[in-house]
């Protein structure tokens, strides 16, 4: 499985950026996708994630209310929408995908297959 996330950018306080990752190889055989980020310094945090099968989907609270993850099975697509974008949220987002049911989403090692970044500046 391959991943490829795309979408970042530089944006002001308040703004709007939707991500995406691109899935590709045995995608199908993924049960879950998920963002993570990494902040200059910082270590790797879950975002959200979502169930391929279901649509189920988790956030980190840092991204309630103000994040959407969606999925678009047929084209092997992830998105996250992100609006009322903060400073603090300015990382490398990744996408990553897990094949097992075991493990929560939010947890990094649960994750068998990682993309390449991008990266979301969000200026004061």
């Known amino acids: 499985v391959q991943l490829q996330a795309s979408g970042g950018g530089l944006v002001q306080t308040g703004g709007s950026l939707r991500l995406s990752c691109q899935a590709s190889?045995?995608?199908?055989?993924?049960?879950?996708l998920g963002w993570f980020r990494q902040a200059p310094g910082k270590g790797r945090e879950f975002v959200a994630a979502i169930i391929r099968s279901s649509g189920g989907t988790q956030y980190a609270d840092s991204a309630k209310g103000r994040f959407t993850i969606s999925r678009d099975n047929a084209e092997n697509m992830v998105y996250l929408q992100m609006n009322s974008l903060k400073p603090e949220d300015t990382a490398v987002y990744s996408c990553?995908?897990?094949?097992?049911?075991?493990?929560?989403?939010?947890?990094?090692?649960?994750?068998?297959?990682w993309g390449q970044g991008t990266l979301v500046t969000v200026s004061s």
């Open positions: 990553a995908g897990k094949r097992a049911k075991i493990l929560r989403l939010d947890i990094i090692r649960a994750y068998d297959y």
């Open positions: 190889g045995s995608s199908g055989s993924l049960y879950a």
